[in-house]
């Protein structure tokens, strides 16, 4: 099976613009999650989908939101972007919405915001 | 509050001796615990997993993790590093209990050397 998709892999924006980041999931995977790394702040979660329905949202302004389309595809959205937005985004998806479900994640969307 | 915490920033070892990063977690209810590895310019690559049961479990490339409930940790192990084993790796957790999804809450990470 291939494995979690992400493009583009590599975005340079500058302040005030808005971006879109996209995931494939593993096919037959359902959740997706999001989530945020810098080398301050660590990995941090972003949000989880499951069925086209967002789960559950982590501690992140309303300018970063997300979907989930039909094919258990997922883009994120982040508007306004700031200096501080600079990072690595991580989707990972996993089989099912089950908590002992491990997550397999995708090489990431390196984002830098000038 | 779920927490993980990865108390080494950085582990060295020599090629050939055995290696522990270590890991300690806080959750309310029943922990579900992963390992994950991160090589350079990479996302991250599932190691192992406890979910219940016996509290050794093994995973990829030879690695293996304690259980110990009493004190609150999931260590990574292997008996004999190798070279290729030099990465950044991540302890994680889920709190069983909480229905809120199946966030996963990372450590900071440990930088494990292994040197020939």
């Known amino acids: 099976k291939a494995g979690v998709t992400q493009t583009p892999r590599y975005l340079i924006k500058t302040r005030g613009q808005q971006v879109t980041l996209s995931c494939s999931p593993i096919s037959g995977h359902r959740s997706v999650s999001w989530y945020q790394q810098t080398p301050g702040q660590g990995l941090q979660f972003l949000f989880e989908?499951?069925?086209?329905?967002?789960?559950n949202k982590g501690n992140f302004p309303g300018r970063f939101s997300g979907r989930q389309f039909s094919n258990s595809r997922s883009e994120m959205n982040v508007s306004t972007l700031e200096l501080g937005d600079s990072a690595l985004y991580l989707c990972a998806s996993s089989f099912s919405e089950k908590k002992y479900n491990e997550q397999f994640f995708g090489p990431g969307t390196r984002l830098t915001v000038l | 509050a779920q927490s993980v915490a990865q108390p080494e920033d950085q582990v060295n070892v020599a090629e050939g001796n055995p290696l522990t990063v270590k890991c300690t977690y806080s959750v309310s209810g029943n922990p579900y615990l992963f390992w994950y590895v991160q090589y350079p310019n990479r996302g991250l690559q599932f190691l192992l997993k406890?979910?219940?049961?016996?509290?050794l479990v093994k995973g990829s490339y030879g690695f293996e993790a304690e259980f110990n409930k009493s004190q609150t940790s999931f260590h990574l192990k292997k008996p004999s590093a190798l070279v290729s084993d030099s990465a950044l790796y991540f302890c994680a957790v889920r709190d069983g209990w909480n229905q809120a999804g199946t966030a996963l809450i990372f450590g900071k990470g440990t930088t494990l050397s292994v040197s020939s």
């Open positions: 989908y499951f069925s086209e329905t967002q789960r």
């Open positions: 406890y979910i219940t049961g016996d509290n």
